[in-house]
């Protein structure tokens, strides 16, 4: 488990940036300080956060840059969709095809709605070319995703990637 300053570091978001999407309800986790996992320090009241939700958090602020303009809707694009790409994300690994998520907006007549997408480019395409005749669609490259995390694990503890790796089940490092 990583501790608010670990995961302000691997995420970059400040301490009060953390703390409003938490009170505003944009973090693409569930965030519950009462339910914290049972070791010393969070007995007297600290939360502990998984790689998963670093990795979600970046993921959502990678769709609140590529057009998604409502953090709420970022991390529930993230937090929908992620879990659509990770199984392709550890079968290609960090060097094979690149893995995206994304979020589709269809328009069916009077009908609008989204649904989530994750795989490779080509995965994707057929999905929504083939569910879709008028949609737009807003891709984040989880692989890049969670290379930005392993990066940025390096930086604050040489420990620290091969944790972030064994906890999200990846390899290919």
């Known amino acids: 488990m990583l501790t608010r300053s670990e995961l302000l570091a691997l995420t970059g978001l400040e301490t009060g940036q953390l703390k409003a999407r938490a009170r505003r ?37 990678e769709f609140s840059r590529n057009g998604i303009t409502s953090l ?31 979020l589709v907006r269809w328009q069916e007549g009077d009908t609008v709605g989204t649904s989530h997408v994750g795989g490779t ?34 930086l604050v503890s040489g420990d620290l990637p091969a944790f972030v790796a064994k906890e999200l089940g990846i390899s290919g490092e």
């Open 25 to 61: 309800e944009q973090l693409p986790f569930h965030y519950n300080p009462e339910s914290a996992t049972p070791d010393v320090e969070d007995r007297v009241g600290w939360r502990r956060y998984r790689a998963y939700d670093a990795l979600s958090i970046i993921v959502s602020d």
């Open 72 to 102: 709420n809707d970022a991390a529930k694009a993230a937090f929908n969709s992620i879990g659509l790409g990770f199984d392709n994300l550890k079968e290609h690994g960090l060097t094979g095809t690149p893995v995206w998520v994304g």
């Open 121 to 154: 480019l080509t995965d994707i395409a057929a999905r929504v070319s083939a569910d879709r005749n008028n949609f737009s669609l807003v891709l984040v490259n989880l692989t890049n995703a969670l290379l930005t995390l392993l990066n940025r694990a390096r």
